[in-house]
């Protein structure tokens, strides 16, 4: 699990293709490695991935075809900037929300301008995951905790403040790049605990062990 809070801008320095499969080798000096194991988490863009070899100032990580397929991942090149941030611990502060590192989707930057000192993006979400994209709710985009301002149909509004802006890869931005999108996870939760009321209530409220006997349910 992850806060959405980035610690660190790091650099890919090295992309190994294996079978279909590649190998990321991260250069990540502003990320204190020393406390980090082989098998330890990292969220790179917002990409729960596990390290495999580490020094004092960069790692590895593995990524599958289906991680390459689905997440941006596979659209990095040497030299590309990433969001990293290390798994939480419970001494681990939570200024942002929970975070699984789990992508949902692929969102699509469809506008940028400038407000004040801030910036705003919107973003345009897949239809299939524009539900639980709320006002005021939280999403990840690229491994960044963020408050959707505003909402409308499967494009939502996000302002960036100048610090956020700074120290993650946001600044880049520009219409038309793809990003990682994860929903907030207690969005999840609650469609199926809905989901799973009305399998027992049936169709109209009515529940489908009405007139069975006590034991039996």
């Not at 200024?95 to 910036?119: F, K, P, Q």
Request: charge should be negative.
């Amino acid at each position: 699990m992850f806060t959405g809070i980035i610690q660190t801008v790091g650099t890919l320095v090295e992309q190994t293709p294996t079978g279909g499969d590649a190998r990321l080798t991260i250069e990540a000096p502003g990320l204190d490695l020393h406390n980090t194991a082989v098998g330890d988490s990292i969220a790179v863009n917002g990409v729960c991935l596990t390290v495999t070899d580490l020094d004092d100032t960069r790692f590895s990580v593995d990524c599958s075809a289906e991680t390459l397929r689905l997440t941006t991942v596979g659209q990095l090149a040497t030299g590309s900037r990433v969001n990293l941030e290390p798994a939480l611990t419970l001494a681990t502060p939570l200024g942002g929300h929970l975070v699984s590192g789990h992508v949902d989707g692929l969102a699509i930057v469809d506008a940028r301008r400038s407000e004040a000192r801030a910036t705003e993006f919107w973003l345009r979400v897949p239809p299939e995951l524009s539900r639980y994209v709320a006002r005021k709710g939280s999403l990840a985009i690229d491994g960044v905790s963020l408050t959707i301002n505003e909402v409308s149909g499967v494009r939502c509004r996000l302002t960036i403040i100048p610090h956020t802006l700074e120290a993650t890869i946001m600044g880049e931005y520009r219409p038309g790049r793809q990003v990682n999108l994860e929903v907030d996870l207690m969005a999840r939760y609650l469609e199926r605990l809905i989901e799973s009321g009305d399998a027992r209530h049936g169709v109209g409220g009515q529940s489908p062990y009405q007139g069975s006997p006590a034991g039996n349910r």
